[in-house]
């Protein structure tokens, strides 16, 4: 599991991540807003109240609203998912 150490949000429900590993970047998670639990970040002020979990490491929000954060460093450095199978021919 990648462990994420610095959450930032930025405009238009965009979070910029660090990763334990040094990796860095930014997601755009704009899609997901107005889905079910996600419906909450059309707030930008409850966007803006994102933190990193101490104990799990991933982004939280109010609510228990979280993410996970192989997915996220997927998004980020373009690594592949844990578990996924890589093909080559």
């Given at each position: 599991m990648t462990r994420i150490v610095k959450a930032k949000a930025l405009d238009?429900?965009?979070?910029?991540?660090?990763?334990?590993?040094?990796?860095?970047?930014?997601?755009?998670?704009?899609?997901?807003?107005?889905?079910?639990?996600?419906?909450?970040?059309?707030?930008?002020?409850?966007f803006a109240?994102?933190?990193?979990?101490?104990?799990t490491r991933t982004v939280t929000w109010p609510g228990g609203i979280d993410l996970c954060p192989d997915q996220l460093y997927h998004d980020v450095?373009?690594?592949?998912?844990?578990g996924s199978q890589v093909r080559t021919s």
């Open positions: 238009n429900c965009r979070l910029h991540l660090e990763f334990e590993d040094g990796v860095e970047g930014t997601v755009d998670l704009s899609e997901m807003v107005d889905r079910g639990v996600f419906s909450a970040w059309s707030d930008p002020d409850f109240r994102v933190t990193v979990d101490p104990e450095a373009g690594a592949p998912l844990p």
